[in-house]
């Protein structure tokens, strides 16, 4: 004699551990002995706040740069951020990092795998190149991997590279963005408060 019932029982089943499981995940936030909801993870730093002389860097951008947009920059950044980080240590996704890009080696982000394009380019990136390259980045440096279609209009790339500049220069390192002397640097940087204890 077959046993229908079984079956039910076995959805019966099913579902009560269903709705155990449901129950335990919901169950599984800790509550402090307080009561007080715990606090939600830190937001990460606002780039703002960082230590970077502004001037210095979109002065050494050229003089196109001076009064960007870089709010707008900023906006137009949203495009870019699905696949790249701009912070000290920030970690690679589909693009790499792009901390201290400025006047670095193309291809240069230790641990990113390049297309071959872009490991064997022969160029620094300065304002120069990354409008080109932004402009239309399949035509400036052909069999490159990055699937962006391009921006087209000028002064939305000049926003957009003055807040770059700004946003992945290195801290206290105004040094590196005043304009070239003709003495060689012999000079001792300034370390206050830099002693050991
Ligand atoms: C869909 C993902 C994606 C988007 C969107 C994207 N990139 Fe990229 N980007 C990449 C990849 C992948 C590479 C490396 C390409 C290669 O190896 O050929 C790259 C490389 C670069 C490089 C060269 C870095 C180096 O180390 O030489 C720069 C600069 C750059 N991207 C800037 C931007 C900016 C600015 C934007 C927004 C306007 C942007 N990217 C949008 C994926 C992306």
Redesign the pocket.
Known sequence: MRTPVSRHALIAMLAAGAFTLGACGDAGAPESPTGDTPAPAPAPEPAAERNVDVDAVLASLGEAYMDANRANGER??R??????TVNEGGRH????N?YA?FG??????EG????N???E?DFV?TAVE?DE??AN?RTF?P??????AG?RNESDRND?IAW?AVATAPEDAADAYEPAQDEPDARDPETDGDSEG
């Open positions: 137009l950044w495009r870019c951020q699905s696949c790249h996704m589909v693009g790499p792009l890009m670095q080696q193309a291809g240069g982000a990113f795998r390049y297309s394009a872009l490991q380019a990136w990354l390259w932004l980045p440096l069999g490159n991997r990055m699937s962006f921006l957009l770059l």
